[in-house]
């Protein structure tokens, strides 16, 4: 759910971010950091807040010159915090692998995959998109990413494994179908709540656009800088502001909305 602060964060710094903070907000419970925290406020040290209405070359915002002030701050915030947004491809192709009726004939399902080059070769992302299927769209739509591939939002033999390692070692399985919907999980997607309120729900794993190891940042470049990162072309060691994996995802959550 995105509240007030995030929000006002869209407006600022624009949807690629967004996007990011929304994922930020609905990831999984990830495993104990390695350094400290600290709770205690007096160990905080003396920093001062950047003005939002004052450029870095110090003069002063006025209400004509927001949106150069608007892209200065979506430029520091991605050197800063997720690296560069790459730009968008120059081709997208997608194919429907698959559509049918599910939930009793009340949606339907459609799974179409998206390549970036003409010959469909090199990185693709599979998407599923369920729609309302007794209701007149347009349909709103909820587009996020799962973790675990698109078989686990429902327990529907035809919804394809994707072929991944979960974490970089277990393969996606069988085994995971509809896990999503159990409710006994800490964290669940309501599926046939989103299509009963009249919403259509699209979604592709994220370790189809970066990977995501478990076990350090060493083996990032292993594994986490590969899938989509090969449209890009080699990391340059020299820059501080490479595109980093959050990024990627955004960069993939846009693709999506493309296709839509």
Known sequence: ???????????????????????????PAMKAQKFPVNYDEDKVPAYVLEDPLVFQDGRKVKKKDWPQRRAEILDIFQKEMYGQLPPAPSKMVTETLEEG??????????????WFRDDKTGPCITWLILTPEKLKGPFPVVLLLNYQGNHT??????????????RCK???SDYDRGLLTNPNRASILPADMILARGYALVTACYEEISPDPEDGPENQDRYAYTKIF???????????????????????????????
């Open 1 to 27: 759910m995105i509240n007030n602060r995030s929000s006002l964060l869209y407006r600022l710094i624009g949807k690629a971010a967004a996007v990011i903070l929304i994922m930020a907000f609905t990831a």
């Open 153 to 166: 939002v429902l327990p529907d033999e035809e919804i394809l494994i994707p072929d991944i390692k979960l």
């Open 170 to 172: 277990t393969p996606a």
């Open 230 to 260: 090969d449209l890009w072309g080699k990391r340059d060691p020299s820059r501080k502001d490479n595109t980093t994996s959050l990024m990627a995802w955004a960069w993939g959550l846009m693709r999506g909305m493309d296709m839509l």
């Open 101 to 114: 009726l599910i939930m009793a004939g009340h949606a339907r399902r459609r799974q179409v995959r998206m």
